[in-house]
């Protein structure tokens, strides 16, 4: 089965610098990958997702990219804020009647003000 | 109610009780998901459901069993608790299965002593 693996577990930045959170993900065939954001106490939502036919998404400050050949796709977030603080899951699945996500464990993105 | 509810927001079982976690949701979702959250561990499937009447086995199945008689209600339950089964339960669902948003309840967070 797929296998989703992220990088670092953790990550501090200054506010108004910029994140790199990195997944990497092992089933070639798998062709959607969307972040999700947990927030303390709160539930997983939907930030942005990627299907495999473009290389890169963007959302105000928030961008995905993929890369199809290395299995890797990172999220980015410019100019962070403090409410940017979160944990970031990210997923990966083959579309399909039996389509099921696959999440990774997580990154806890802390921004200092 | 407006979107995917679950009851009850938390519970402390004895070990072997029999409990039943409810998610609903008003969405007319046609797939529905049960998840267990472990700290370091990530969002781990339990038990989906692409359409009602229909269940299947997820990355952590055994223990749990679900039903699906209607689109709205998806029950997860522990026949005979153990501690191992101590974590945060989120139902989430999704149009349909594949790449679509699953929307996430507010959790549970269960724990088994």
């Known amino acids: 089965g797929e296998n989703v693996e992220q990088h670092p577990s953790t990550l501090s930045v200054q506010e108004g610098d910029s994140a790199v959170i990195k997944c990497t993900y092992s089933?070639?065939?798998?062709?959607?990958f969307p972040w999700y954001k947990q927030e303390l106490g709160k539930r997983p939502q939907l930030i942005i997702d990627?299907?495999?036919?473009?290389g890169e998404k963007k959302d105000q400050r928030i961008a995905v990219t993929l890369n199809k050949t290395a299995k890797h796709f990172s999220l980015h977030i410019t100019e962070t804020q403090p409410e940017d603080s979160a944990v970031y899951f990210c997923?990966?699945?083959?579309?399909?009647?039996?389509?099921?996500?696959?999440f990774g464990k997580g990154i806890t993105l802390s921004v200092r003000p | 109610i407006a979107g995917i509810t679950q009851a009850p927001t938390s519970q402390i079982l004895a070990a072997g009780r029999r409990m039943t976690l409810r998610c609903t949701q008003d969405?007319?979702?046609?797939?529905m998901y049960w998840y267990r959250q472990d700290l370091g561990l990530g969002l781990r499937l339990i038990h989906y459901?692409?359409?009602?009447?229909?269940?299947g086995k997820g990355e952590v199945p055994d223990g749990y069993s679900v039903s699906r008689a209607n689109t709205d209600d998806f029950p997860l339950t522990l026949a005979s608790a153990v501690p191992s089964q101590t974590s945060v339960y989120f139902c989430?669902?999704?149009?349909?299965?594949?790449?679509?948003?699953?929307?996430f309840g507010p959790g549970t967070r269960l724990t088994v002593t």
């Open positions: 989430a669902s999704s149009t349909r299965v594949g790449d679509y948003e699953q929307y």
């Open positions: 089933d070639s065939a798998s062709n959607y």
């Open positions: 990627i299907r495999s036919n473009v």
């Open positions: 997923a990966a699945s083959i579309t399909g009647a039996n389509s099921k996500l696959t």
């Open positions: 969405m007319r979702h046609n797939a």
């Open positions: 459901s692409n359409t009602a009447g229909t269940t």
